[in-house]
């Protein structure tokens, strides 16, 4: 986002507090929608895409970066290109009292791309990216499994990236339709499906702390 972050500055003003306390509107969430597309358009034809001011638009754009809602401009890179074409992701359980050690050992692992503490039968998820599929058998059976914090570990291979977005939005849902009832349009009862959510055991949130 070269032309806008060059432009951050712009004015002499302070920038950082102001969007403090701010509240997203309509016009808020159609530049996030447009930054979506292109992170690197200018204030004037974002504005001009927004259909406001080029002031307005620089004006909601440093508030957005002011109170935290635009954290970060990156670049999406083809993995398979800079050669970590394999992607697998790894359901890791973990010996309760040991999260911090876990967390320790995760954070000197650069192939590991995301974590996620999770509910369900396994306690956190890693995505890890590399080159091949001996390298995540190694850091699952010789890394992971030498972590004392490690119970057990589940890995599965991603085979093809079907859909991947930057952020979503809430403009981007659609109204969701009712739940049928039974006998209506002649179809007889119409099952619904069912979840059932797994607590966080005691200790997980200890991931989440610096």
């Known amino acids: 986002m070269s032309e806008i972050s060059r432009n951050g500055n712009g004015g002499g003003g302070q920038t950082g507090r102001i969007g403090i306390g701010l509240e997203l ?6 530049i996030l929608e447009v930054l979506r597309e292109n992170g690197r358009i200018s204030i004037a034809a974002l504005a001009e895409r927004v259909g406001i001011s080029r002031a307005n638009a620089y004006t909601r754009f440093e508030a957005l970066r002011a109170d935290g ?6 670049a999406e890179i083809d993995h398979g290109r800079t050669g970590l074409g394999i992607t697998a992701l790894i359901f890791v359980t973990v010996r309760q009292q040991m999260w911090k050690q876990f967390r320790a050992e995760l954070a000197r692992m650069p192939e590991v791309e995301y974590c996620a503490i999770t509910t369900g039968q396994h306690d956190a998820m890693i995505q890890v990216r590399v080159a091949d599929v001996a390298e995540v058998h190694t850091m699952v059976t010789d890394r992971l ?17 079907v859909l991947h977005r930057p952020y979503v939005l809430p403009s981007d849902r659609r109204p969701a339709r009712p739940a049928r009832r039974a006998g209506q349009d002649g179809g007889g009862e119409v099952p619904l499906g069912k979840m059932r959510f797994v607590g966080a055991a005691e200790g997980r949130g200890a991931l989440q702390k610096d």
Do not use: S, W
């Open 25 to 30: 509107d309509a016009i808020h969430m159609k």
């Open 69 to 74: 809602v635009i954290k970060r401009f990156t």
């Open 145 to 161: 499994a030498n972590i004392p914090a490690v119970k057990a570990t589940e890995t599965v291979f991603i085979l093809d990236e």
